[in-house]
């Protein structure tokens, strides 16, 4: 959290990780070793479209962090592999949204996190990336549906809202558990709905 490389976007969501004592003794892969899909950290990484870096005596490789979640609690680690880095682009870090909604203010479990990535130049949408935590097996990161707003200025953006919004509506199919689906969507929808205006369209 101290770390001047550390982007803004990570430091708030590693702020609510926990309590104090536990941040200090714990990492980022560690956070991310379970493949739970409301890790704090989780959702920073898909927003982001980081890459995991893995290591064992055999070799290295580097894997999206899309592909290293396959299901709940299911990450593509094999048995020898450590994870040693998490690497985030350095880009389109600088206009972000994110909310946690937990049933308290400390040492909350998501019920529903969101982030959003929103990155304009030239009047134009260079990137626009969302991701959902805590609705399904995984973080949820629809980039086909994101990609909609890509390069698009914001009066374009605009008219395609209702559009971009449907398609969110539609492929958000939250998991039931301690609450209900209907309110896990509802919240989604929500939060897409205030990055959106917070972003201007």
Same mark, same amino acid.
Request: with cysteine.
């Given at each position: 959290?101290?770390?001047? =490389?550390?982007? @803004?976007? =990570?430091?708030?969501?590693?702020?609510?990780?926990?309590? @104090?004592?536990?941040?200090?003794?714990?990492?980022?892969?560690?956070?991310?070793?379970?493949?739970?899909?409301?890790?704090?950290?989780? =959702?920073?990484?898909f927003v982001t479209d980081s890459v995991v870096h893995l290591v064992s005596r055999k070799g290295e490789r580097l894997l999206p962090v899309k592909e290293f979640y396959i299901g709940r609690k299911q990450l593509a680690l094999a048995p020898d592999e450590l994870i040693t880095e998490l690497l985030i682009p350095k880009t389109s870090l600088c206009s972000?949204?994110?909310?946690?909604?937990?049933? /308290?203010?400390?040492?909350?479990?998501? /019920?529903? +996190?969101?982030?959003?990535?929103?990155?304009?130049?030239?009047?134009?949408?260079?990137? +626009?990336?969302?991701?959902?935590?805590?609705?399904?097996?995984?973080?949820? /990161?629809?980039?086909?549906?994101?990609?909609?707003?890509?390069?698009?200025?914001?009066?374009?953006?605009?008219?395609?809202? @209702?559009?971009?919004?449907?398609?969110?509506?539609?492929? !958000?199919? @939250? !998991?039931?558990?301690?609450?209900?689906?209907?309110?896990?969507?509802?919240? +989604?929808?929500? =939060?897409?709905?205030?990055?959106?205006?917070?972003?201007?369209?």
């Amino acid at each position: 959290m101290d770390h001047p =490389l550390t982007p @803004p976007i =990570l430091k708030e969501a590693v702020s609510q990780i926990a309590a @104090p004592a536990i941040r200090n003794f714990g990492t980022v892969g560690g956070n991310i070793g379970n493949g739970s899909a409301k890790a704090d950290s989780a =959702l920073i990484f898909f927003v982001t479209d980081s890459v995991v870096h893995l290591v064992s005596r055999k070799g290295e490789r580097l894997l999206p962090v899309k592909e290293f979640y396959i299901g709940r609690k299911q990450l593509a680690l094999a048995p020898d592999e450590l994870i040693t880095e998490l690497l985030i682009p350095k880009t389109s870090l600088c206009s972000y949204y994110y909310k946690k909604v937990g049933a /308290r203010k400390a040492q909350a479990i998501s /019920r529903v +996190c969101f982030a959003g990535l929103m990155d304009i130049a030239g009047g134009k949408i260079v990137k +626009c990336s969302t991701a959902f935590g805590a609705v399904s097996e995984v973080v949820l /990161r629809l980039d086909d549906i994101d990609s909609m707003l890509a390069g698009k200025t914001i009066e374009e953006a605009k008219i395609l809202k @209702p559009a971009y919004l449907k398609a969110f509506e539609q492929a !958000i199919i @939250p !998991i039931t558990g301690r609450i209900s689906a209907e309110y896990r969507k509802d919240v +989604c929808m929500n =939060l897409l709905k205030d990055f959106l205006d917070t972003s201007g369209i």
